[in-house]
Each structure stands twice: as structure tokens, then as C-alpha cells.
């Protein structure tokens, strides 16, 4: 069955500290690659997306997220943390077998907050 | 408009009511999905339409669900007979273009529904 897994529920990190958030994926094929930030009240952001060619993928907010097919893993991370990123995560995957609906599969989220 | 708009933002139901939740997408979108969010968990998918056309509907969790978009720009989804397990913030989600799995999805702030 394809899915994605977020294996932290939370993650903290101090203001100006590097972050990493976790994502692994178990798809057939080639996947397509997601991350959506979601804020108290608020509908879910695009962050960044991998479909194909370089492995490292830049977004929004100075986010990036670096594909590795030999580990299945999407993780999201960037540099020097803001308390303004504390949110929280979604990491999604195309669904393969949805035939022509090519719906996202969600990850459980992971909450990220940032300790000034 | 400028961004997926969804009423309303919170709904109390009664067991057994009747609700319906409403989406207006960016004008132009074709694409549209509907998302059921529950309590720490990650948006899985309900239903979607491509233009007026509900090209899949595999998600929708039993005959109570129905979704409607007559015109191919404003849908409905419609939940008879709520019971508890409904309660959940329903996001809807529009692209612009069809849905190759690529998109980008932009969402509304969900309607959150309690059911008492």
C-alpha cells in the first residue's frame, strides 16, 4: 500500500538552531513529493514540491527539502529556525493508484515549535 | 476571489441532522478536492471534481456523504443522518489546471463540524 510517515509528532528546536522534519514514503514508481505547512485557523500552504531531476528542492520561507530514493525519505529542513515557523507539517505523496485523480496520501503532520 | 473560501468556518450538529458545507474556489480553478481532517490526523481525501464532473468519489466514507458541483465553480458536500464519527474539519482544495499530481493545491481554512 503506498503512504508516507512523519515518525515525529513533534519536534523542538531553539531560534537560530537548524531544523529537520521527517518524512519517509513507501510509493510504486516515481513519486511526486509534497510539503504543506498548516497555521492555527488556516487552510494548508504549499511549501515545497519534488517531481523529478535535482534532489534538493527549495521553497517557500527558506525551506528545502532533500529527495533520497535509496532511503525513501522527503525531509524538510532549513537552516536557522524562526519562531514564526512553529506550525504545523504535512508531508504528502501522489497517490499512484488513483488512477486519474492523482490524489495526495497525507502524512499524520508533525508540530513544529520554535523556542525563542 | 483571492484565495478558497469555506462556510461556515464552524458547524454544531446534532446527531441525525443534516449538514451542508460549502466551497467557493478561485475563480478559474478546475480542479477541486474535498479533504475530511480528523483530530491529529492528516487530511485524506473525499471526493473530486474536474470542472462540474465528479471524476472520483472513492474517498466519501458511506452513502450519508454527496458532493456537488453543478457549475463547475462552487460545490457542496452534503452529510445526511451526522453521526459522531463525523466530526472533523472538512478542506476543500482547488488547482487550476487538471489534476496531474503535480499541482499545487491551494486550500481554504476547512469547515470544522462537531457532532453532538
Known amino acids: 500500500a503506498q503512504s508516507v510517515a512523519q515518525p515525529e509528532d513533534q519536534v523542538n528546536v531553539a531560534e537560530g538552531n537548524p531544523l529537520t522534519v521527517k518524512c519517509t514514503y513507501s510509493?510504486?514508481?516515481?513519486?511526486?513529493l509534497f510539503w504543506y505547512v498548516q497555521y492555527p485557523n488556516r487552510g494548508l500552504q504549499f511549501l515545497l514540491k519534488?517531481?523529478?531531476?535535482?534532489?534538493l528542492v527549495k521553497g517557500s520561507y527558506g525551506f528545502e527539502a532533500e529527495f533520497n530514493k535509496s532511503q525513501t525519505s522527503f525531509h524538510l529542513k532549513k537552516p536557522s529556525a524562526l519562531v514564526s515557523d512553529s506550525a504545523l507539517y504535512f508531508c504528502?505523496?501522489?497517490?499512484?493508484?488513483?488512477?486519474?485523480?492523482?490524489?495526495?496520501?497525507f502524512g499524520t503532520g508533525t508540530l513544529l515549535a520554535v523556542q525563542p | 476571489g483571492a484565495g478558497v473560501s469555506q462556510s461556515p468556518r464552524y458547524k454544531v450538529a446534532k446527531r441525525g441532522q443534516d449538514v451542508a458545507l460549502r466551497c467557493d474556489p478561485i475563480?478559474?480553478?478546475?480542479?477541486l478536492f474535498w479533504y475530511q481532517q480528523a483530530l491529529g490526523q492528516g487530511p485524506e481525501f473525499l471526493t473530486y471534481?474536474?470542472?462540474?464532473?465528479?471524476?472520483?468519489k472513492s474517498g466519501l466514507p458511506s452513502d450519508r456523504f454527496f458532493a456537488e458541483r453543478p457549475e463547475g465553480s462552487v460545490s457542496t458536500l452534503k452529510i445526511q443522518r451526522t453521526q459522531q464519527e463525523d466530526s472533523a474539519v472538512y478542506l476543500c482544495?482547488?488547482?487550476?489546471?487538471?489534476?496531474?499530481?503535480?499541482?499545487?493545491?491551494?486550500f481554504g481554512a476547512g469547515s470544522r463540524l462537531t457532532v453532538l
Open positions: 482544495a482547488s488547482s487550476w489546471t487538471l489534476n496531474s499530481g503535480a499541482n499545487v493545491l491551494t
Open positions: 504528502a505523496v501522489r497517490d499512484m493508484q488513483g488512477g486519474a485523480t492523482n490524489k495526495l496520501i
Open positions: 510509493v510504486s514508481g516515481n513519486p511526486y
Open positions: 519534488y517531481i523529478t531531476g535535482d534532489n
Open positions: 471534481f474536474q470542472n462540474e464532473a465528479q471524476l472520483d
Open positions: 475563480s478559474g480553478h478546475v480542479s
